[in-house]
């Protein structure tokens, strides 16, 4: 059984992204107006439960495409 705190493929495949972008933490925070800090403390592993829409928010604009409902 996995934990609820156990990082699921959303935020994985996000972190993947996030990884094999060029841009900076403050670039991506003025284009998606995500918290610079929040950005900055994901994209370098610091959350064990960030928040799923803030996430997915992100995956869809690095991915420019919508989660399917």
Do not use: A
Request: overall charge positive; glycine content about 2%; proline content about 4%.
């Amino acid at each position: 059984m996995q934990h609820k705190d156990e990082i699921r493929s959303l935020m994985k495949k996000t972190l993947t992204l996030l990884e094999k972008d060029k841009r900076t933490s403050l670039e991506l925070c003025l284009e998606t107006k995500i918290p610079f800090y929040w950005l900055k403390k994901f994209r370098d592993g610091g959350f064990k439960n960030p928040s799923v829409n803030r996430v997915q928010f992100l995956y869809e604009f690095l991915t420019q495409s919508k989660l399917p409902v």
